[in-house]
């Protein structure tokens, strides 16, 4: 089973529209997660961790359930400069710190 | 904030050669390292775990004696791909935790083509 679960998309929508991604996660024992950004042919971005029941910065809202498993990230005022690939990724709950990609949610806005 | 430089940011070499990929975390210490592959519109794959200082450790399915990763400093990890295909032509892109693991930097990626 894939640790996290993600709708590829892609989500098209206009400039200025709210947009709202879910990661689905398999490991209870999770505890923190990060969204990266991906534009394409670049390295990840990394956008907001979360480490607790959620996190806000700017335009961007994370929101962390952990009974149900999945965390959400949602963009206000969408800009065309968002239109990326966004990664959700568990923070390692072993040693290890492997970060383990999913494929992703592919966002376009348009003008 | 934490830089990774990686280095060249693309190569095209023919078939049957070696190239060598170099990750450098500019101003802070790593010792530990990560290569990823990425291929068109698929996901980043972990390919192995770079150790300074000892053996890189390989996921499964890696072939460690076509991709040689040596970590020999703090601040530099090499993957070499040996006898390059062209099905090995990707996206590699190395990463690196910082201190205390709170974050991972990348670098900027190296798009390999093998003609």
């Known amino acids: 089973r894939k640790e996290v679960e993600q709708d590829p998309g892609p989500f098209n929508v206009p400039e200025g529209a709210t947009v709202a991604f879910n990661c689905t996660y398999s490991?209870?024992?999770?505890?923190?997660f990060f969204w990266y950004r991906q534009d394409c042919r670049k390295e990840p971005k990394l956008l907001m961790s979360?480490?607790?029941s959620g996190n806000e910065d700017g335009r961007f809202t994370a929101q962390l359930n952990r009974a149900s498993q999945y965390i959400s990230l949602l963009i206000r005022d969408s800009k065309l400069s968002d239109s990326a690939t966004y990664l959700c990724?568990?923070?390692?709950?072993?040693?290890?710190?492997?970060?383990?990609f999913g494929s992703g949610t592919r966002l376009l806005v348009r003008p | 904030g934490a830089v990774v430089s990686q280095h060249p940011s693309w190569v095209i070499c023919k078939s049957g050669t070696s190239v060598k990929i170099e990750c450098r975390s500019l101003?802070?210490?790593?010792?530990?390292m990560f290569w990823y592959r990425q291929f068109p519109k698929q996901s980043l794959m972990l390919m192995a775990t770079?150790?300074?200082?000892?053996?890189?450790?390989?996921e499964q399915g890696v072939e460690k004696d076509k991709f040689l990763i040596n970590h020999a400093s703090l601040t530099l990890s090499t993957l070499t791909v040996t006898s390059a295909h062209p099905e090995d032509s990707s996206f590699y892109i190395c990463?690196?935790?910082?201190?205390?693991?709170?974050?991972?930097?990348f670098g900027q990626g190296t798009r390999l083509t093998v003609v």
């Open positions: 990463s690196a935790p910082t201190a205390g693991h709170t974050e991972a930097f």
């Open positions: 490991n209870s024992a999770s505890q923190s």
């Open positions: 979360v480490y607790s």
């Open positions: 990724v568990p923070y390692p709950v072993d040693s290890s710190y492997k970060l383990i």
């Open positions: 101003d802070f210490q790593a010792t530990t």
């Open positions: 770079s150790n300074e200082g000892s053996k890189a450790t390989y």
